[in-house]
């Protein structure tokens, strides 16, 4: 739900923190920055009035004094009001960014969906930096232009309340306008931020994807589809653009309306010795500061119109509650490796008529090595995931160590049940800096010992630096391969009670895998290990094998147990047998595997 006004203010007001003393010190000096500057007309109607006219030079000199140490004062607290003004603004944009940075660590695989990568970077980047420049305005501009108004209207009434009236026709004139003009960009503006989530997650796609796109040569495919969302973003904003253009003319109107009827006025008054030449020229120069500070408040409005939107976007990642929390007293310590599934049901989507897993009930020892394996879209990863708490179930509930997963500590434990996911990623850095996330303070020895469990070290002893060779980003210069097997390595330095491999050694040959399974037996016997597979040489040595189909168990038995009882696990394993590798014919379901 989108957040009101009101809520959104409070929601960013907190993170100005300790940015409020800058905050309020920019209003004040930019207080009396005006004071200075309105002051300084006056002063030159007394040097015109009483040393000019009157031909005395040493008041033009008194006076002069006066106005250049106004003139340096506004200066000085002009300079003052500035660096407050930066320093509080960038501050709190900084603070934004970490709030919504740590949120979004919080939130679980629904909660990222829900914004989608894309919006999330638009978040964090355009729409922070139009919350940025409107906090700096209205902490500066936006106190400046009201008070520069208010002031200059005051000295205009106390020279002349007569010729003074003009003023208020103007100001109605000039509100009417923009609250129309206002209304209807700003709808506008709400529209062009859901544009630009378009066109990040157009360029996202694509980088990441690049090797693909030239390989199918679709690179004139992606340029359509990234024109289109700039072609889409580019006419927002000149509809925006060229409704906010009439501000202008509208002001000049009134600019040169007032001019001329004061000049009117005002002859007519010297004329009558009402007024003085002196006193003229200072409603001038009052005139142009109210005029300009109404143009001043009609960007303040404009940029406004744009961080209101902004605005209630950053409040909305701000505000997003994860799906998953810790329980009140979490339980922080996992007693072994045993998963228990008890009648467990789950959908990604609440409303969904047919439930991605349905009824699963299974009890796996600590120590156990359990295969899984099943057609595309069977629920294979979605099962796993549900171990480490990725997801909640809807029903049911899953154990490890004897305990229900909600009721752990999360943190402790995905440090108890390490994940390797099909789709390894490698962070820019060394080598040894990627195997450390698995342990921040583990030695090189650590990290090669866990290397040579995986059969990573073969590869990376045969490297120019070894240990310290750096990875470029996402792994870049390195093979899937040899990509997957750091990311084992990675979870094996977590020391973990649980160890799950989401197929991932499909990017390694066979005699690999085999090497890898039998390093995981040397090395790791007493944690729990579960390997999703599309291949049946791959899980045929586990102690048990969980077939899967269509969200639910098929078969769960060894490998020699299920060749007699399941007809699915027979079909994919005569299938391989014969030379086709690929099991997804015997699938009976096309639906979302969680990955």
Not at 42 to 56: E, L, P, Q
Not at 235 to 241: G, I, R, S
Request: a neutral charge; glycine letters at 8%.
């Amino acid at each position: 739900m989108t957040p009101s006004a009101l809520s959104t203010i409070k929601t960013l007001g907190r993170q100005v923190k300790q940015y409020k003393k800058p905050s309020l010190l920019t209003p004040l000096f930019v207080t009396l920055e005006v004071v200075m500057e309105v002051l300084i007309p006056y002063v030159t109607a007394a040097i015109i009035d009483r040393g000019i006219t009157a031909g005395d030079i040493s008041q033009v000199l008194f006076y002069g004094a006066i106005m250049v140490a106004l003139a340096l004062m506004s200066l000085l607290f002009g300079v003052l009001a500035g660096k407050f003004a930066a320093t509080a603004s960038t501050g709190f944009a900084a603070n934004l960014r970490d709030a919504m940075f740590a949120n979004i660590q919080t939130f679980s695989f629904s909660n990222i969906d829900k914004f989608s990568t894309a919006g999330l970077v638009t978040r964090m980047t355009t729409d922070v930096t139009n919350v940025q420049n409107a906090y700096q305005m209205c902490t500066r501009i936006a106190v400046r232009a009201p008070l520069t108004l208010l002031c200059s209207m005051f000295m205009c009434f106390f020279i002349n309340a007569q010729i003074s009236v003009v003023f208020l026709g103007a100001l109605v004139l000039l509100a009417l306008a923009l609250a129309l003009l206002i209304s209807r960009v700003s709808r506008i503006f709400k529209q062009v931020f859901e544009k630009y989530d378009d066109l990040n997650a157009s360029v996202q796609e694509n980088v990441s994807a690049i090797r693909v796109v030239k390989a199918f040569v679709r690179e004139g495919y992606e340029n359509g589809k990234f024109s289109k969302a700039a072609v889409n973003l580019c006419n927002l904003f000149v509809k925006a653009e060229s409704i906010m253009a009439l501000n202008s003319p509208i002001m000049m109107l009134v600019v040169y309306g007032c001019i001329i009827a004061i000049s009117w006025f005002g002859a007519h008054f010297i004329v009558a010795g009402t007024l003085t030449t002196g006193e003229l020229t200072s409603l001038f120069s009052y005139v142009m500061s109210t005029l300009m500070s109404l143009m001043m408040l009609s960007m303040i409005f404009v940029m406004l119109t744009m961080s209101i939107a902004s605005g209630k976007r950053i409040a909305e990642v701000l505000e997003e509650k994860p799906d998953l929390t810790d329980p009140q007293a979490p339980a922080t310590q996992v007693k072994d490796g045993s998963i228990d599934f008890c009648n467990v049901s789950f959908s990604y989507y609440k409303n969904s008529e047919k439930p991605t897993l349905r009824d699963i009930e299974l009890h796996i020892h600590s120590g156990e090595t359990i295969g899984v394996i099943g057609g595309t879209g069977c629920g294979k990863s979605t099962l796993v995931s549900l171990i480490s708490r990725l997801y909640d179930v809807d029903s049911g509930s899953v154990s490890v160590g004897g305990l229900d997963v909600r009721r752990y500590d999360m943190e402790a434990l995905r440090n108890q049940v390490a994940v390797v996911l099909q789709k390894n990623v490698l962070f820019t850095g060394t080598i040894l800096d990627n195997l450390r996330w698995g342990k921040e303070d583990a030695t090189e020895e650590e990290c090669r010992q866990a290397c040579v469990a995986a059969c990573a070290d073969e590869f990376i002893q045969r490297l120019p630096e070894g240990y310290h060779t750096r990875i470029e980003q996402g792994g870049a210069n390195v093979s899937g391969g040899q990509k997957q097997r750091l990311c084992i390595a990675r979870a094996l330095l977590k020391a973990p009670k649980v160890l799950i491999l989401d197929d991932s050694t499909s990017a390694v040959d066979t005699a690999t895998d085999a090497k890898i399974r039998r390093a995981f037996r040397q090395h790791i016997p007493g944690v729990t290990k579960i390997i999703i597979s599309q291949r049946v040489s791959s899980v045929q040595d586990a102690d048990r094998i969980l077939v899967m189909d269509d969200g639910a168990v098929s078969g769960f038995d060894t490998h020699e147990g299920l060749l007699k009882s399941s007809d699915i696990y027979r079909e994919i394993y005569e299938t391989q047998q014969g030379g086709s590798g690929d099991f997804d014919e015997a699938s009976l379901a096309d639906g979302k595997d969680g990955e």
